[in-house]
């Protein structure tokens, strides 16, 4: 007689901790971004806690309006993650297609007005600068960094990524070419010439000819390994940010800065959008038909310059 095929189990109402921690993984692994990584690890921790808070709690597009209940300005991102972990879960056979495709259908949250950004103004990112300055191979370092973030307008895993075969020379402008941003996005991002000066002089005093731009520093005061931690860079732009008596500095701001110097130095809004690689350059130059201009970079002169 025929063996009698096993009944597959039906999709669970409930997830336990190692069903979300398999989902999670997964979540994980389809994206390409480590920063976007770290964000919705971050993001699906703070649901799994609150998720199991409370015993018994049925995954369903109910229990997600529940969890909607706080700021605007975090939950729309925790919601983006939660819908993934649906997704995922669903695409297991962890939970039913009907349960996930309500739990995709939450919406997030009108958000009324502009949230203000942090930015520096051209005295404060000059004065950020003048107390970074050294002969030190560290000084040197962090401030061809700071340089870099508040010049060109780097992410931090851009800064991170940098090798020194990337500093290239197109229509007579230094530039980083082929840059790999934020999902996969390729730019060539223009070098203002005293940022190329702060480079040349962090290379010829570190010896670095290729691999990683930017390396750690030892107790001893020279390079050591193949590249340098997100959390180095963060000390670093907090102990520059302390000298110049700025408080609350993120690497991001600097990237902000920039945005705004650019603006303010009568930089047009599709340069500056080539210049920050921004999602919606692809719409821009489709719209408007914008070619990015190297020669004359929009950050060129922030009014910062040495």
């Known amino acids: 007689m025929p063996k009698h095929r096993r009944k597959r189990k039906p999709p669970k109402r409930s997830l336990a901790l190692p069903d979300l921690e398999q989902t999670k993984s997964a979540v994980l692994n389809s994206l390409t971004s480590k920063s976007g990584q770290r964000t919705y690890d971050h993001a699906i921790n703070e649901f799994v806690d609150w998720y199991c808070s409370e015993p018994r709690l049925a995954f369903n597009r109910t229990v997600v309006l529940r969890y909607r209940n706080l700021a605007p300005t975090t939950i729309n991102l925790r919601l983006a993650a939660v819908r993934r972990v649906a997704y995922e879960a669903a695409d297991s056979g962890l ?16 958000r009324i007005g502009v949230r203000l950004g942090n930015w520096l103004t051209a005295d404060q990112g000059r004065s950020l600068l003048l ?28 800064l991170l990524g940098l090798t020194a075969g990337s500093i290239q020379l197109r229509e007579e402008h230094w530039v980083i ?3 790999h941003g934020k999902a996969g ?7 203002p010439l005293w940022v190329k000066e702060s480079l040349d002089r962090w290379t010829e005093t570190s010896g670095i000819k290729d691999g990683c731009l930017f390396r750690a520093i030892n107790k001893s005061g020279k390079t050591w390994g193949d590249g340098m931690t997100p959390k180095v860079l963060w000390e670093i732009v907090k102990r520059a940010a302390q000298a110049a008596g700025i408080d609350k500095l993120a690497p991001h701001d600097l990237r902000r800065t920039c945005a705004r110097l650019c603006h303010l130095a009568g930089g047009e809004l599709d340069q500056i959008q080539f210049l920050l690689g921004h999602v919606s350059i692809q719409t821009t130059e489709h719209y408007l038909g914008c070619k990015q201009k190297l020669r004359f970079a929009v950050n060129d002169k922030l009014g910062i310059e040495p």
């Open 185 to 191: 996005h390729i730019r060539t991002v223009p070098i």
């Open 177 to 179: 070419a082929d840059l």
């Open 95 to 110: 939970l039913s297609p009907e349960l996930a495709a309500g739990i995709r259908r939450v919406k997030g949250v009108r």
């Open 131 to 158: 107390n970074s300055q050294g002969d030190s191979l560290r000084s040197r370092r962090n401030y061809a960094i700071l340089a870099l973030l508040i010049g060109c307008g780097l992410r931090r895993g851009e």
